[in-house]
């Protein structure tokens, strides 16, 4: 599809953002708000008693769960990043670490009264967990694979920077990965533009990008590749350049995210500052919408198409089973590590995010969250609205064995008829589901399901029109 062609079509969307915006869904800003991906937002989850965070907690029958681990490691600072991270870190400080990490799931397991985590899909992430030695992440994948059991099959996904998949280095971790039964690998690839890698101060090029790929696939993992868009240093003509190529790679799922400027976490990146200093270098946010449709229309010529919110895939099977049992299925979901959240069904838990207070923590026998959120009736019903919404659809058998109400009963069946006659929701007699408009305004139109206190921005942001989140 030719530039201009896709510049036409695009257009119709960007009509559709100043149209949210006079309705009051969209900030008038135009900035990207992300939500729906934890209810409620990271930020305001609450100090929680020790004894109080698992009181009444029941494990699920199945005794399956979704297993995440994190490693607060990189070689260098990316500009668009939030995550916490220790930059280029010793040797020394990683063994600290990985020997923590073990006792933690101790600790965990004896906490759930389990030997070992039966696993239904697997998330090591970051940081970068292959931000170690050969022998490090031998280290930690002996007792990983001791604490867990893989008889389920789970995918078992490595998030992963390319810098870490290539040369014989890159060859020994990927071959220890594989051994351990690693079968997924998602790579940040970020851009297939030198000059915007650059910007973003990532540790590789577009070549060793594509070298890191071509390891994972003839090493046979599937493999998904990240993208983002609406960073400084690009531009639509640009970024049509980058999605000519993206397609050229032979991979099993694209992920295509929207430059985050403010973070949903606790943490705030770079990017703002940067911001204020080279705001000449970052596309209008009307030009973002528009690369963010150019992405569905060119896409979809090549038969790949949104198959869970900003995941593409030309088959469904390939989505990350990860997001869509945390996100669509609300399954119970654990985490270990530095900053690592469990989001269980009726309760959010909340790691550190201090390496010191981790260590401590740990040392003395304890689970290493500080923060967490046990839900009431009403914010478990947000909470079994807005993720599946966001993600995919709500299903709506599910959303009563979740909360023990039926949809149609709840306070929330208005805006969601509101919703339809904006064409943004639809719905039949087994789910409730995003229209293609709705999908691409996904984060705001979940956003009037927040409690006011949690809407991440002021009211004063927002057109007094009906969609407005404070007025609906
Ligand atoms: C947890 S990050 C880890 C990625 C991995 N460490 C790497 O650098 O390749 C997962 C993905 O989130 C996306 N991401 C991170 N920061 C972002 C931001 N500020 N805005 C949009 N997407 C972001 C990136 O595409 C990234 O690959
Ligand atoms: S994007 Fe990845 S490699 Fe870059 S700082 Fe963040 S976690 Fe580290």
């Given at each position: 599809?030719?530039?201009?062609?896709?510049?036409?079509?695009?257009?119709?969307?960007?009509?559709?953002?100043?149209?949210?915006?006079?309705?009051g869904?969209?900030?008038?800003?135009?900035?990207?708000?992300p939500a729906?991906?934890?209810?409620?937002?990271?930020?305001?989850?609450?100090?929680?008693e020790?004894?109080?965070?698992?009181?009444n907690?029941?494990?699920?029958?199945?005794?399956?769960?979704?297993?995440?681990?994190?490693?607060?490691?990189?070689?260098?600072?990316?500009?668009?990043?939030?995550?916490?991270?220790?930059?280029?870190?010793?040797?020394?400080?990683?063994?600290?670490?990985?020997?923590?990490?073990?006792?933690?799931?101790?600790?965990?397991?004896?906490?759930?009264?389990?030997?070992?985590?039966k696993t239904?899909s697997?998330?090591?992430?970051?940081?970068?967990p292959?931000?170690?030695?050969?022998?490090?992440?031998?280290?930690?994948?002996?007792?990983?694979?001791?604490?867990?059991?893989?008889?389920n099959?789970?995918?078992?996904?490595?998030?992963?920077?390319?810098?870490?998949?290539?040369?014989?280095?890159?060859?020994?971790?990927?071959?220890i990965?594989?051994?351990?039964?690693?079968?997924?690998?998602?790579?940040?690839?970020?851009?297939?533009?030198?000059n915007?890698?650059?910007?973003?101060?990532?540790?590789?090029?577009?070549?060793?990008a594509?070298?890191?790929?071509?390891?994972?696939?003839?090493?046979?993992?599937?493999?998904?590749?990240?993208?983002?868009?609406?960073?400084?240093?690009?531009?639509?003509?640009?970024?049509?350049?980058?999605?000519?190529?993206?397609?050229q790679?032979?991979?099993?799922?694209?992920?295509?995210?929207?430059?985050?400027?403010?973070?949903?976490?606790?943490?705030?990146?770079?990017i703002?500052?940067?911001?204020?200093?080279?705001?000449?270098?970052?596309?209008?946010?009307?030009?973002?919408?528009?690369?963010?449709?150019?992405?569905?229309?060119?896409?979809?010529?090549?038969?790949?198409?949104?198959?869970?919110?900003?995941?593409?895939t030309?088959?469904?099977?390939y989505?990350?089973?990860?997001?869509?049992n945390?996100?669509?299925?609300?399954?119970?979901?654990?985490?270990?590590?530095?900053?690592?959240?469990?989001?269980?069904?009726?309760?959010?838990?909340?790691?550190?995010?201090?390496?010191?207070?981790?260590?401590?923590?740990?040392?003395?026998?304890?689970?290493?969250?500080n923060?967490?959120?046990?839900?009431?009736?009403?914010?478990?019903?947000?909470?079994?609205?807005?993720?599946?919404?966001?993600?995919?659809?709500?299903?709506?058998?599910?959303?009563q064995?979740?909360?023990?109400?039926?949809?149609?009963?709840?306070?929330f069946?208005?805006?969601?008829?509101?919703?339809?006659?904006?064409?943004?929701?639809?719905?039949?007699?087994?789910?409730?589901?995003?229209?293609?408009?709705?999908?691409?305004?996904?984060?705001?139109?979940?956003?009037?399901?927040?409690?006011?206190?949690?809407?991440?921005?002021?009211?004063?942001?927002?057109?007094?029109?009906?969609?407005?989140?404070?007025?609906?």
């Amino acid at each position: 599809m030719e530039f201009s062609e896709l510049i036409n079509l695009a257009q119709n969307r960007k009509n559709d953002f100043f149209e949210m915006q006079k309705l009051g869904l969209h900030c008038n800003s135009g900035e990207f708000i992300p939500a729906g991906v934890h209810y409620p937002p990271i930020t305001h989850y609450p100090d929680i008693e020790y004894k109080k965070m698992y009181e009444n907690y029941i494990p699920p029958k199945d005794g399956l769960i979704d297993l995440y681990v994190h490693f607060p490691f990189c070689s260098k600072c990316c500009i668009f990043c939030h995550y916490p991270s220790q930059y280029n870190d010793s040797k020394e400080n990683k063994d600290k670490y990985l020997n923590a990490l073990e006792k933690e799931f101790q600790i965990s397991l004896n906490n759930l009264g389990l030997k070992q985590f039966k696993t239904r899909s697997i998330l090591i992430g970051g940081g970068t967990p292959t931000d170690l030695s050969s022998k490090q992440l031998e280290k930690f994948l002996k007792f990983f694979t001791k604490y867990t059991d893989l008889s389920n099959n789970p995918q078992f996904n490595y998030d992963v920077s390319p810098h870490t998949l290539i040369g014989n280095e890159g060859l020994e971790r990927l071959k220890i990965l594989k051994d351990y039964g690693v079968n997924r690998l998602t790579i940040g690839v970020q851009s297939m533009d030198d000059n915007v890698l650059k910007i973003m101060n990532r540790p590789h090029d577009k070549i060793q990008a594509i070298e890191s790929i071509e390891n994972s696939m003839n090493m046979g993992f599937q493999t998904n590749i990240e993208f983002i868009y609406g960073h400084p240093g690009q531009t639509l003509e640009s970024w049509y350049e980058e999605l000519k190529q993206i397609v050229q790679i032979e991979t099993h799922e694209y992920q295509f995210y929207r430059l985050k400027i403010d973070a949903y976490g606790d943490q705030q990146g770079n990017i703002k500052q940067f911001k204020n200093n080279h705001s000449s270098l970052f596309p209008k946010p009307q030009d973002t919408i528009m690369m963010k449709q150019m992405v569905f229309d060119y896409l979809k010529t090549f038969g790949i198409q949104e198959n869970l919110r900003r995941v593409f895939t030309k088959d469904k099977k390939y989505i990350s089973k990860y997001a869509y049992n945390q996100c669509c299925m609300q399954y119970d979901q654990i985490g270990l590590g530095l900053t690592a959240f469990s989001s269980l069904r009726d309760r959010f838990v909340l790691n550190t995010q201090n390496l010191n207070e981790y260590y401590s923590r740990i040392e003395n026998n304890l689970l290493p969250f500080n923060r967490g959120y046990v839900r009431d009736k009403i914010a478990q019903q947000r909470w079994a609205i807005i993720l599946p919404l966001k993600n995919w659809n709500i299903s709506k058998n599910r959303f009563q064995q979740t909360t023990g109400e039926k949809i149609e009963n709840t306070q929330f069946y208005p805006i969601i008829q509101k919703l339809k006659e904006y064409d943004l929701i639809n719905e039949d007699d087994r789910k409730i589901f995003l229209t293609a408009k709705g999908g691409f305004f996904s984060d705001e139109v979940v956003g009037l399901f927040y409690e006011k206190k949690f809407i991440p921005k002021p009211k004063e942001f927002f057109n007094e029109g009906p969609l407005n989140p404070y007025l609906i």
